[in-house]
């Protein structure tokens, strides 16, 4: 039996990931110096990982609502209104999610119906193209501009969209450019999103790291709001990647229609990652603030390493991700990426793993101690000047 025709037609479209392919390659080295994954190299804060252990000791190891912990949806309510002046009820307006990959799916997964086009950037997160398509949906990529600092602009938004667009969806801050909208940036698209009644998929999962600029929700924006779906999570600012724990804030109906996914797919989110988020919603403020500082300084770093080595590099205002162009050495994105492994067993991911617009850049995370980023620029270094 050739079990490649017993697969679904949806799952032989979707293409493996562009980043895993290069990890396999990098996994066959030793001593590789990975500047690759897009996770926190930081421990969750300790009173959220007490929290988590207090509830398993008292024996709360049991299904939660469906919705998720009603205090943790109480929490991100609070959170989103306290910190981006936006108002959800927890009832009506919050799934509690593994992860931000399932508010993603499940929100991707209520609204498209088979052939419908939804809009997603290029480069974008390497989730995002799958699951429209794991949906029977059609992405739409926007090719997106260095010369914009890979920012969405009313031009391009405005060419996109065509009768058959149900949605889009955006991602700032950026995986994998740092790429970042300013309250001025969405004043421009705004109308354009409200005119076209379109549902906006915004993947705020980088929302605390925002280096200059105070993080702005497109949710923000009254007369679009109930066209919004937030997604976001706790894996990057709260250091909780293995939790596996996010949530999405939206209107009722849309919230509904996606909690109804959820309650078959998932029943509930883990319940010790919902206890330990509350403490984490509650109390560790600071702790993210001192993360973010770390993440700065690294930023700093990297940005003025790369273009002091000819590596033009615009400053990401937010995320854990430079985008350096590396135009100047005359390789490919892959050709960069592969030689640089094998000649100074250094790992980054190509641009084009986010998609054909990512041609020319590597994304260099700087998830990473500012010592392996010492040692790691300095390979490159080497390499670029042996070219
Ligand atoms: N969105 C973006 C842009 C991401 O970079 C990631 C993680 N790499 C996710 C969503 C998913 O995160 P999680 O499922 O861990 O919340």
């Not at 108002?87 to 799916?105: A, F, H, W």
């Not at 989730?127 to 029977?136: D, I, K, N, Q």
């Not at 914009?148 to 950026?174: C, E, R, V």
């Not at 706790?234 to 293995?242: D, E, L, N, V």
Request: glycine content about 8%; some cysteine; hydrophobic content about 40%.
């Amino acid at each position: 039996m050739n079990y490649e025709d017993m697969l679904s037609d949806r799952v032989k479209v979707i293409k493996p990931s562009g980043i895993r392919k290069f990890f396999d390659l990098a996994s066959q080295m030793e001593d590789v110096i990975s500047l690759g994954v897009g996770e926190p190299d930081f421990t969750t804060p300790w009173a959220i990982r007490e929290a988590a252990i207090y509830s398993i000791e008292k024996g709360r190891t049991f299904y939660t609502a469906n919705q998720g912990l009603l205090e943790l949806r109480e929490e991100i309510c609070r959170y989103y209104k306290r910190r981006f002046g936006v108002n959800y009820d927890p009832n009506d307006n919050c799934v509690v999610t593994v992860g931000g990959s399932e508010g993603i799916d499940i929100a991707i997964r209520a609204i498209l119906n088979p052939g419908e086009e939804m809009i997603v950037l290029d480069p974008g997160y390497v989730a995002y193209t799958p699951g429209v398509e794991l949906a029977g949906g059609i992405p739409i990529p926007i090719q997106l501009r260095h010369e914009d600092q890979f920012k969405l602009t009313p031009d391009l938004l405005k060419a996109a969209i065509t009768p058959k667009t149900k949605a889009i969806l955006i991602n700032y801050p950026s995986n994998p450019t740092g790429g970042f909208m300013t309250k001025e940036d969405y004043e421009r698209i705004v109308p354009i999103i409200k005119e076209s009644g379109i549902i906006v998929l915004s993947d705020e999962i980088y929302a605390e790291l925002s280096y200059e600029e105070e993080f702005c929700s497109i949710a923000s924006f009254d007369e679009i709001k109930d066209q919004v779906i937030v997604v976001s999570g706790f894996s990057k600012a709260y250091a909780m990647t293995g939790w596996r724990l996010g949530y999405t804030l939206a209107n009722k109906v849309l919230t509904k229609a996606m909690n109804k996914i959820h309650q078959y797919i998932i029943m509930s989110a883990p319940s010790p990652a919902q206890y330990g988020a509350i403490e984490g919603l509650k109390h560790c403020e600071d702790e993210v603030l001192k993360m973010r500082d770390s993440y700065r300084t690294r930023r700093n770093f990297l940005v003025k390493t790369f273009n002091e080595m000819g590596l033009e590099t615009f400053k990401p205002q937010g995320a854990f991700y430079v985008f350096p162009c590396i135009k100047s050495t005359g390789l490919t994105s892959d050709e960069f990426c592969e030689k640089l492994l094998d000649d100074q067993k250094v790992a980054c991911v190509p641009g084009t793993a986010f998609g054909p617009a990512g041609e020319g850049f590597i994304r260099v995370s700087y998830a990473y101690s500012i010592e392996e980023l010492k040692v790691a620029t300095i390979k490159i270094k080497q390499f670029i000047d042996k070219l």
